[in-house]
């Protein structure tokens, strides 16, 4: 099972570049890697997903290496609006048993 | 936009009693899943339902079960609840084969004393 190691917190400021990386050194072919956002009392937020090199969309993106044993999300000028827990996913949807969340990233963004 | 739906944001039940947490979503998603949170441990995931009637255990199913007996309606059932049960439980679908695109509800935060 790929599982999923990232940092515990991070800490950075307003206007800054972010970035979080996650490991996974046991990742399958077929897995994919998602990306999610949480608030305090709501659900997870799908941030972002990718198989391999580069993803970008609105609100970030996504860099993944060749071996694809780890990744990167990297969130442009961060607002304090971004001050979240971070959760890399590695898997795929067909086998429930391959659905593991990593035990998040707490970023917490300063003025 | 997509909507998960919870039956209750919070809940606090006796030890012993059955629990019934309903969660339902609008967009017709073959998929949907229940998790548990908890801090330091993150989400994992309890039960998962492909389609109507079809279930498959996630990592930690001890003490639950779960009902899909319509495509938009799945239910965790705690059927005698202990004091460790207490936990957020966040219930999410997608209708994606291959994605992880998963829209999760605001979740019921469950105290069982």
């Known amino acids: 099972l790929a599982k999923t190691t990232q940092p515990i917190s991070m800490d950075s400021y307003e206007g800054q570049e972010v970035n979080i990386t996650c490991s996974h050194n046991n990742i399958a072919t077929n897995d994919y890697i998602t990306w999610y956002q949480q608030f305090p009392s709501q659900g997870p937020r799908f941030i972002i997903q990718g198989y391999k090199t580069k993803v970008t969309n609105e609100v970030a993106s996504l860099f993944i290496p060749a071996d694809r044993k780890s990744s990167t999300l990297s969130l442009p000028r961060v607002s304090l609006s971004d001050t979240a827990v971070y959760y890399c996913?590695?898997?795929?949807?067909?086998?429930?048993?391959?659905?593991?969340f990593g035990s998040g990233t707490r970023l917490s963004i300063r003025p | 936009d997509v909507k998960v739906t919870q039956s209750s944001r919070y809940l606090v039940k006796r030890t012993g009693e059955k629990v019934f947490l309903e969660c339902v979503q609008d967009m017709d998603h073959e998929n949907m899943f229940w998790y548990r949170q908890d801090p330091g441990l993150g989400l994992r995931l309890i039960y998962f339902s492909y389609d109507v009637k079809m279930k498959e255990k996630g990592d930690i199913p001890e003490g639950y079960s779960v009902s899909r007996e319509k495509k938009e309606r799945f239910s965790l059932i705690l059927e005698s609840a202990s004091t460790n049960q207490t936990s957020m439980y966040l219930c999410a679908s997608n209708g994606e084969k291959i994605s992880y695109e998963q829209y999760f509800g605001p979740g019921t935060r469950l105290t069982v004393t």
């Open positions: 996913l590695v898997g795929m949807y067909s086998s429930a048993s391959k659905i593991i």
